[in-house]
């Protein structure tokens, strides 16, 4: 007998919440691939498209009178409304993709932890936004049958900092859209590069103060001092720090050298991948680091600060440094874009990195963990269990 899988969507505002939209996008599209047996029920908000879902008779739409963008509404939607949806759906087990659960819920749960930022950094979030971060995080492992981290630094975080989430965590990494290996394999056939009329650093970046973009700022000034011919591009949505940001650049004068794109097209976003001359992932934490996995499948030579996600990802192939020093990261600058050893090295060596990234196995792991918290529940392996692509 076929799972009834719910999906739980409820968080995703298009464009507004950065990397876990596009996890959940590329998510729902492996397991439409790798999963031929179970039915997907989708709860989604009045802000998102039904082209989110795959149009497959198994994978269903359940629109939710409620929006994301107003969080309060969001959070006692998901805690009233939906468990009462979740039964009448007969679903069987639910996946929550971005953190929260709804803890009245009956049927078993598998929550998805992107990063326990507000656990290790409370100091970038609003006082009064703490208090709900904290419970309701706290309550969704406690609840929660199953929980996936996306990391192992993530994973151990969970384990350290709720004691409830021992003993059923299980790392998950993301995948990586194919697209990028594309544009890798563009980058080495050209014969003679191509440069675009100003070379540029590529940062993918919400304006979050975790981001650390202020210092990159810094950086990028002092860097350009050398090599005035080059642009910095941060393209990513413009979160908290976006007008502290836009005005130092404008103090600075360097509002013609550096530019926020704000959140983009896909298409765009590939576009930046295939014409930057090098890739920079400056942040002060994160739980994985998509857009750097990103960089080393498009073959571009990347630095990233030495955090251990960023270093779980990249290994040796990326040039690290302290996230705390402006030098650094001016001397990491130099290297990606000036060092044509290491250059010609990210080129060949970044992609094979890469490939251990594939939304395929991550969508597999994931259906396990489905499977097995349905389990914990009914008591014996249902039929699906063996419904994974071999």
Not at 51 to 58: E, G, H, K, N, Q
Not at 92 to 104: I, K, Q, R
Not at 377 to 383: F, L, R, T
């Amino acid at each position: 007998m076929a799972l009834r899988i719910g999906i739980n969507a409820l968080f995703l505002i298009p464009g507004g919440v950065g990397g876990t939209e596009i996890y959940l996008r590329f998510l729902l599209r492996a397991l439409f691939r790798v999963d031929p047996a179970n039915d997907y029920f989708v709860f989604l908000n009045r802000e998102t498209e039904n082209a989110m879902v795959p149009a497959c008779p198994r994978f269903h739409v359940v629109r939710c009178a409620v929006r994301a963008s107003f969080r309060p509404a969001r959070i006692l939607f998901e805690q009233i409304r939906l468990p009462r949806m979740l039964a009448h759906h007969g679903i069987d087990v639910l996946l929550n993709s971005g953190f929260t659960a709804p803890l009245l819920a009956r049927c078993p749960q598998v929550t998805v932890f992107h990063d326990l930022q507000h656990k290790i950094h409370p100091e970038f979030f609003r006082a009064r936004d703490l208090p709900f971060w904290n419970m309701l995080l706290a309550g969704s492992a406690a609840r929660s049958a199953r929980l996936i981290a996306v990391s192992e630094n993530t994973a151990r975080d969970l384990a350290a900092l709720l004691p409830r989430a021992k003993g059923k965590i299980a790392t998950i990494a993301h995948g990586v859209d194919p697209a990028f290996f594309e544009i890798g394999k563009e980058r080495r056939e050209r014969a003679i590069p191509v440069p675009p009329a100003r070379p540029f650093i590529l940062v993918v970046s919400t304006l979050h103060p975790h981001k650390n973009l202020e210092r990159t700022i810094d950086a990028f000034q002092q860097f350009r001092a050398a090599h005035p011919e080059y642009r910095l591009v941060v393209a990513g949505l413009k979160g908290f720090a976006a007008q502290e940001l836009e005005d130092r650049v404008r103090a600075l004068g360097l509002s013609a050298d550096i530019e926020f794109t704000g959140w983009i097209p896909r298409g765009d976003l590939y576009s930046l991948f295939g014409a930057a001359t090098a890739f920079l992932a400056p942040s002060l934490f994160e739980g994985f680091g998509l857009p750097l996995v990103e960089a080393l499948a498009a073959g571009i030579p990347s630095a990233c600060s030495s955090i251990p996600p960023f270093r779980e990802i990249a290994g040796d192939i990326a040039r690290t440094f302290d996230p705390s020093s402006t030098e650094a990261m001016r001397q990491a600058l130099e290297a990606i874009a000036q060092d044509e050893d290491f250059r010609s090295r990210a080129m060949l060596e970044g992609p094979r990195r890469a490939r251990a990234f594939d939304w395929d196995k991550t969508a597999e792991e994931t259906l396990r963990e489905l499977i097995a918290a349905a389990h914990s529940k009914i008591g014996q392996w249902p039929d699906g269990a063996g419904a994974l692509r071999t």
